[in-house]
């Protein structure tokens, strides 16, 4: 399942001599892609940031036990994703946030100038997508926005390719709906 640049930056992080250079050829070549994900559930661009360097630290700490069956991109997002969901149930815990008070935090935010990327339309699909339970959320983001397949979000969630489908669907159609009473 590993690409031919997985492979390489894999053989390069496997030699001690040559570790750091891989861990950077790593970083280079799925920062960009780990952010984009994290920023899209956590929304504001610090926790994003923290959280990305979180991923890579874990990566780097963990790689050894990196077996190969999966793609180093389909590796770091199920780290990424565990990280971003354990940080957003730790923020709500930790501030006592209701769902609905969290929610309204994040779409405020959204709405202040320079903040998000993208025109209106844009903006109300973020809002909406912040109605949904983030598991939700994140199998929408996942294969809506980053555009991977069932089997892929399967190996980064853990979750079965049919409650997948499900979980999708629901998604769909909760989005649907708040764009609806806008």
Known sequence: MMNTRDQ?????IQNPVSRDIGFRQL???????????????VILHEDADDLTQNTFIKAFHHIDKFQGQSSLFTWLYRIATNETLSFLEKKKKRFFFSMDDYQEKLE???????????????LKLQKAM????????????????????????????????????????LAVKKIEQSLLQE
Do not use: C
């Open 27 to 41: 970083i280079q070549t799925y920062q960009k892609k780990v952010y984009h994900v994290i920023r899209r559930m």
């Open 108 to 122: 405020s935010y959204l709405s202040q100038p320079g903040q998000m990327d993208g025109d209106e339309i844009q």
């Open 130 to 169: 912040l109605t949904l339970p983030e598991k939700q959320r994140l199998v929408f983001q996942l294969k809506n926005q980053e555009d991977l397949s069932y089997d892929q979000i399967a190996e980064i969630t853990g979750t079965s390719v049919g409650a997948l489908k499900a979980s999708f669907h």
């Open 8 to 12: 390489e930056i894999l053989h390069l």
